[in-house]
């Protein structure tokens, strides 16, 4: 589903199963362009991986801390903020549904 640092993490298993979820995550990350005014994850060649060449997840985590952490103050209270977050979510179960993200986004 597109660039690999920009995919959610159960896309890196060996048999994902590709749900709006996915969709949701890509919302998120569109998201976090418009608070940010720059592309997350510029560096292509930035993808984390453990000992054994696998994605490495808490390094996916910590990099979306990073971005997290440069959201402008003036944005913390925010709702979208909320919804943006949410959106990023490690598992698809906790990403919220596109009639959530509609009625957030009202």
Do not use: W
Request: glycine fraction near 4%.
């Amino acid at each position: 589903p597109g660039l690999n640092v920009y995919m959610p993490p159960e896309a890196f298993e060996a048999r994902p199963r590709y749900t709006h979820s996915i969709d949701v995550f890509s919302f998120g990350h569109l998201g976090l362009f418009v608070l940010l005014r720059e592309f997350p994850y510029q560096l292509l060649d930035r993808v984390y991986r453990d000992v054994n060449g696998n994605p490495s997840m808490h390094n996916e985590v910590q990099r979306r801390e990073e971005y997290f952490a440069k959201i402008p103050p003036s944005f913390e209270t925010d709702e979208i903020v909320e919804l943006v977050k949410k959106c990023l979510k490690d598992f698809p179960e906790d990403r919220p549904n596109i009639v959530d993200i509609i009625e957030t986004t009202k």
